[in-house]
């Protein structure tokens, strides 16, 4: 994978390989959309409350511009979009107006690769149900804005809404700072683990800072006065505790490096471009960086399998078969940055002991994520 810095293209920034391969992918998954709808459901209270606040605002008049970053190709960008629809209709009541948005103004940003077509061919469908709705919510446009959210992607004080789902645990790169040296500094490890230097925590989480802070800067300049944003995220509430997929990867490789099946250089010189920050971490970064006041922080946990729980509609499986549809969705995700290093040839092995080594820990344990949300508001 390309280690070098993004470069600056006018107002948006080239994307590293992470990015075009990782990013871009997620929801062209079907298993995983399952994931991604939970979340959404769990955030829809801090949505509802979030749109309403913004309607409420004096300022605002009656024309919405709302943006959803990271919005990948799948069916899950429409559901969200659908939801605010909701909501405004049903926010009328309280501002005793006919229509508080005349126009929707919808823009649906991710990465230049993604499959933005595959979105169009679900529009027809999404303007029936709009139409349906009579005119509870005036004219609905939807637009694709191609670019990485690391920079900017609108003009200033244009936006009102910024929603994103799922996308900001990744970072633009991996720490550089990892591997610049003679001898890498998180050597036998792909991510931080418990046994991780202080090191290699402060080269990710000084990654994160930097990327977010851009964000934030970025998405303040975009956004018209008292706008508002509603971000939701992978996160952790220790900060110690490390417990993730890619974890459990990096245990297999090891184990697979130990074995001669995978050179140690490779693992040695490779770390994932993720960070799981905690609360205060990201209360941190929002407030160094100025822009925005925190209206909302909160955590909720979904299980590893909450995919699996909706494709099953008995969920009673055991151990091993969980452990393999867990690496199935995994691979799907992950595959592209790990063939890039470590070559197609082990993939199966890979994954087929990723499966077992799962269905091992899911005996010992619950296996969760800790996922952030938060709203906020343009300072």
Not at 4 to 12: A, I, L, Q
Request: overall charge neutral; some cysteine; aromatic content about 10%.
């Amino acid at each position: 994978m390309e280690s070098r810095s993004p470069k600056m293209v006018g107002f948006v920034q080239e994307p590293c390989f992470c990015q075009r391969s990782i990013h871009s992918i997620l929801l062209y998954i079907p298993k995983l959309k399952f994931m991604q709808q939970k979340v959404i459901l769990k955030v829809k209270p801090i949505l509802e409350e979030s749109v309403k606040r913004l309607l409420h605002c004096p300022n605002f008049k009656s024309k919405l511009k709302m943006a959803d970053l990271g919005c990948s190709s799948g069916p899950n960008a429409i559901m969200v979009m659908y939801d605010i629809i909701t909501i405004i209709d049903n926010t009328k009541q309280s501002l005793n107006r006919e229509a508080p948005v005349t126009v929707l103004q919808i823009y649906l940003n991710d990465l230049f690769e993604n499959d933005f077509n595959n979105i169009f061919k679900l529009l027809p469908n999404f303007y029936q149900r709009v139409q349906e709705r009579g005119d509870k919510v005036g004219a609905c446009f939807v637009n694709a804005t191609p670019g990485n959210f690391y920079g900017r992607l609108f003009p200033n004080n244009y936006i009102h809404f910024f929603h994103s789902s799922y996308s900001l645990h990744w970072l633009s790169q991996a720490p550089e700072e990892l591997t610049k040296g003679t001898e890498p500094l998180n050597k036998g490890n792909i991510h931080i683990t418990t046994t991780s230097s202080p090191v290699v925590y402060k080269a990710y989480f000084e990654q994160f800072q930097r990327d977010f802070k851009l964000f934030l800067k970025s998405r303040s300049d975009e956004l018209k006065s008292g706008g508002i944003m509603v971000l939701t995220f992978i996160g952790r509430e220790k900060a110690h505790e490390i417990s993730s997929p890619w974890v459990v990867i990096g245990m297999v490789l090891k184990d697979m490096v130990l074995e001669g099946l995978v050179e140690e250089a490779k693992l040695d010189s490779f770390n994932l471009p993720i960070y799981g920050p905690t609360i205060e971490e990201v209360r941190q970064v929002i407030e160094a960086e100025g822009s925005f006041t925190l209206q909302t922080l909160k955590t909720f946990k979904l299980g590893w399998e909450a995919t699996l729980q909706g494709e099953v509609s008995d969920y009673v499986v055991d151990s091993k078969v969980r452990g393999e549809f867990r690496a199935k969705t995994i691979r799907a995700v992950f595959e592209p940055l790990l063939t890039a290093e470590f070559g197609k040839d082990v993939m199966d092995e890979l994954f087929s002991r990723f499966a077992k080594k799962v269905s091992q820990l899911i005996e010992l344990d619950t296996l969760e994520h800790t996922n952030l949300v938060m709203s906020m508001r343009k300072a």
